[in-house]
């Protein structure tokens, strides 16, 4: 069993990881809508990953013999102006997420749980690698213009994107 506060922590980031899910499938059908496979395919590989983080945490409180508890997603965002302001609110959201898995890391540190602590290290680490590989792409983005050959070239890049298990 864990705290009280701390399994609600994790529950709630076990939801926010599958509204992260959510936000990530909603960007791919806005790509898949204008024809742009590879970026739809990146995004529908993206809320996948969401979906494997979501059940990290479903484990974990299974695990610790915690029950995890679903909430209401909410309607994610549906329209986009621009792949480049995809990226841009993707940049956004990871930030947000490891906002979410300080505090997380911090209210363990204050209650001394430390099996929980050793959890959290894998997220720290991803989050640092997603927010680099969103920076990485809006550099990317910035410098082209969308449906030319360099931004038909990222499609067919970002149709090679497959889940890592
Ligand atoms: Fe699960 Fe992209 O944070």
Same mark, same amino acid.
């Given at each position: ?31 898949? +809508? ?32 915690? +029950? ?73 983005? +910035? ?23």
């Amino acid at each position: 069993m864990l705290n009280e506060r701390l399994t609600q922590a994790l529950n709630d980031q076990f939801n926010n990881e599958l509204q992260a899910s959510h936000a990530y499938t909603a960007m791919a059908a806005y790509f898949s +809508k204008r024809n742009y496979h590879g970026f739809a395919n990146f995004f529908l590989v993206q809320s996948r990953e969401e979906h494997q983080h979501a059940m990290r945490f479903y484990d974990y409180l299974v695990t610790m013999d915690e +029950k995890p508890a679903l909430q209401g997603l909410e309607a994610p965002k549906n329209d986009y102006s621009s792949a480049l302001e995809v990226m841009e609110s993707s940049l956004e959201q990871e930030k947000s997420v490891t906002a979410n898995i300080y505090d997380l890391v911090s209210l363990a540190d204050e209650l001394q749980e430390h099996a929980t602590l050793s959890f959290l290290d894998w997220f720290i680490e991803e989050q640092m690698e997603e927010e680099k590989m969103f920076r990485d792409i809006i550099t990317r983005l +910035k410098g082209i213009e969308e449906g030319r050959e360099y931004f038909l070239k990222m499609d067919d890049e970002f149709a090679e994107r497959k889940l890592e298990e």
